[in-house]
Nanobody, 121 residues
């Protein structure tokens, strides 16, 4: 059974930082592109960041570019989202996702259940 589990969410003040982790079981991460998404209340789900299976290329939403960094540790079947300079508008449920594809895909089919990030003073 495939499983993706997010962790690292919580409450942080504006300007602060958090690092989200996604641990994978049931398959090896080596051949999967991975991504982070988020959904705020009343808003559409938004793609945040993606990294290719090799780690050689990354994509970021304009809203997070320069503040967030996606990375992966294939040996540990874990990938991360480092979030710096957090803003209240970053408040959302964050989801990790994986797809067996070299480059970042348009659609991900394997998803975690989400972790809440709240940015508030």
């Amino acid at each position: 059974q495939l499983q993706l589990v997010e962790s690292g969410g919580g409450l942080v003040q504006p300007g602060g930082s958090l690092r989200l982790s996604c641990a994978i079981s049931g398959f090896t991460l080596d051949y999967y592109a991975i991504g982070w998404f988020r959904q705020a209340p009343g808003k559409e789900r938004e793609g945040v960041a993606c990294i290719s299976s090799s780690g050689g290329s990354t994509n970021y939403a304009d809203s997070v570019k320069g503040r967030f960094t996606i990375s992966r540790d294939n040996a540990k079947n874990t990938f991360f989202l480092q979030m710096n300079s957090l803003k209240p508008e970053d408040t959302a449920v964050y989801y990790c996702a994986a797809e067996r594809l070299g480059g970042c895909p348009s659609i991900f089919r394997s998803w975690g259940q989400g972790t809440q990030v709240t940015v508030s003073s």
